[in-house]
């Protein structure tokens, strides 16, 4: 199964209660505010554990005075000791707290700041050397050309869920998204469908939580 926004669209509409037609066929016929309502749920579902299917590692070759890389496009994670998870050939770099005041020197790098988008090294490295950064990924999925995207737009964008949480990923979203929907706490079918939503979204992160997966390796 392939949990693509139409899909999740025509699932979310044939719910009870739902105020969709659930038979569109295209993202011509979507409705906006239901479109809205399901990427709110994945965002709000997405953020709140840390899935490690979202987890990747970003890696840089260094070049010999080149001391600024590119970031990868996620949060760099940290270990259980608050280090971020930049290393250099398996050493962790230090986050430099106050950069400004840094002189330019060349060496192994033992450090490291960010400047825009932008990770800079310091010292400038010497020689050709590997950093690798841990993060957690802030895109969601594919659109249908393979690149990667942050919300789901159009109906053949994909959302990256390893198969043996696609069911589950799919119920917490649908009725999450359904609780986005509805206007108000006092709606006589919140309650319903925040049950359903709290019941949904515990048993995902349980199996979460069971079946680890192997971190993507970005260059």
Not at 10 to 33: I, K, L, V
Not at 95 to 116: R, V
Not at 161 to 181: F, G, Q, R, Y
């Amino acid at each position: 199964m392939t949990l693509t926004l139409l899909d999740l669209y025509n699932t979310a509409a044939s719910q009870e209660w739902s105020m969709y037609d659930n038979d569109a066929a295209s993202e011509e016929e979507f409705e906006d505010s239901l479109v809205l309502a399901l990427n709110k749920a994945i965002t709000d579902i997405y953020s709140s554990y840390d899935f490690p299917f979202r987890e990747r590692t970003h890696v840089i070759l260094t070049l010999t005075g080149v001391e600024a890389y590119e970031l990868p496009r996620g949060l760099i994670k940290k270990d259980s000791n608050g280090r971020y998870l930049v290393k250099l050939n398996s050493k962790f770099l230090d986050l430099i707290k106050n950069p400004e005041s840094l002189k330019h020197k060349c060496g192994m790098p033992e450090g490291f700041y960010i400047k825009g988008d932008k990770i800079v090294l310091y010292p400038s490295p010497i020689e050709k050397s590997i950093v690798t950064i841990d993060y957690s990924t802030l895109t969601i999925g594919e659109n249908a050309a393979g690149e990667e995207i942050y919300t789901l737009k159009n109906q053949d964008d994909v959302l990256s869920v390893p198969p043996h949480l696609e069911v589950l990923m799919k119920d917490a979203i649908i009725t999450k998204a359904m609780i986005n929907s509805i206007a108000s706490e006092s709606d006589e079918n919140y309650s319903a469908y925040k049950k359903q939503a709290d019941k949904a979204y515990r048993l995902l992160i349980k199996y979460a939580k069971v079946i680890n997966v192997d971190k993507r390796i970005v260059q």
